[in-house]
Each structure stands twice: as structure tokens, then as C-alpha cells.
């Protein structure tokens, strides 16, 4: 089972390679991982996608916990949370096919950012069952290259608001 684990650390130098390493160590895979700053400077925020069951995901966040680097590890996957991963795909785009593929980025609300004469390069975002939807129908006009940036992922309000209650009431 795929599971998201939403990681706060330092926004400091070598820290990616720390959590990386952590996981490869332990024979943990990594099926996706984004990375960027908060609105505080000093860290930054993780979203890793990993596959495990409850005792390996227990592990891991024990594990990703005793990092000096880390400030909070939170398993996404046990609350509400909302998700995204943008993609970039170029299509092969002559004749008709054109109008196809901008039929199918205008079903899918996404975005024509880069055109030649032969080719699209359309800009989605959404959750992964949409993008794998949008490949998958734009795959018989022929793809010349996909990139993605991987999930990330945010608890919902009411979910975080939830998580704050139980941790007082646990604190006393």
C-alpha cells in the first residue's frame, strides 16, 4: 500500500541526502519525493511516497524522527489530506492530431505551454489518476517525453485541527 509521509526538516545542507540515505539503508523505496522551502527560510518541507505496511511505516517514521536534522514527521495517508503532481508532456502534434490533443488538454483543463509545428508541450496538474488518465488518451497521438514532478501532499484543516486536539488531550 503507497503511503505519504509529509516531512518538516532544516533547510540545511546534506539533509536530502540523510533522508535518501535513510531509506536505500534500510532497502526502503522511494516512489516519489518533492522538496521545497516553507514560508520560513529556515526549512523546508518533504513529501516522500514510499510503499510499506503499518509496522515498515512505523519504522520508517521512528527511523526519520531520530534524524537531528528532522523537526516533524506526519504519515498523510492515516488523515483527510488533499494531493498534487504536475506533469509535462510533449506530444507529437501534425494535421488533425493537433486538434485532438488540444481537445483532450481542454477536457482536462490543462494548459498548451510550449507549441512548434509538430509538437504540444501540455502542463497538467492534479491528482495521479487524472495525469495516468491524460497519458493514457494522449498516448495514440504519440508522446515524444513526460516529466513529473512527483506528489505533494498537505493534511486538510479539520484533519490537522483533529491531529492538534489528540496531541494536547495525550499531553495532559
Do not use: C, W
Not at 516553507?38 to 517514521?61: A, F, K, L, Y
Not at 497521438?141 to 494536547?168: D, H, P, S, W, Y
Amino acid at each position: 500500500m503507497q503511503r505519504i509521509i509529509s516531512i518538516q526538516v532544516e533547510n540545511k545542507f546534506g539533509v536530502l541526502s540523510r533522508v535518501a540515505g535513510l531509506f536505500s539503508g534500510r532497502g526502503f523505496n522511494i516512489e516519489s519525493l518533492s522538496v521545497g522551502p516553507t514560508t520560513d527560510p529556515t526549512m523546508s518541507q518533504m513529501t516522500i511516497v514510499t510503499e510499506g505496511d503499518e509496522r515498515i511505516i512505523e519504522q520508517i517514521v521512528k527511523q526519520l524522527n531520530k534524524l537531528i536534522d528532522v523537526i516533524k514527521v506526519v504519515d498523510l495517508t492515516e488523515n483527510e489530506f488533499v494531493e498534487r503532481e504536475m506533469a509535462l508532456i510533449k506530444v507529437h502534434a501534425k494535421g488533425e492530431d493537433r486538434a485532438e490533443a488540444l481537445r483532450l488538454t481542454d477536457i482536462f483543463r490543462a494548459k498548451i505551454i510550449d507549441s512548434s509545428p509538430t509538437s504540444y508541450t501540455i502542463e497538467i496538474s492534479g491528482e495521479v489518476k487524472k495525469i495516468e488518465a491524460m497519458i493514457n488518451l494522449l498516448r495514440p497521438l504519440g508522446i515524444k517525453e513526460v516529466v513529473r514532478t512527483g506528489r505533494i501532499a498537505i493534511a486538510r484543516e479539520e484533519a490537522k485541527m483533529l491531529l492538534q486536539r489528540e496531541k494536547k488531550v495525550a499531553e495532559g
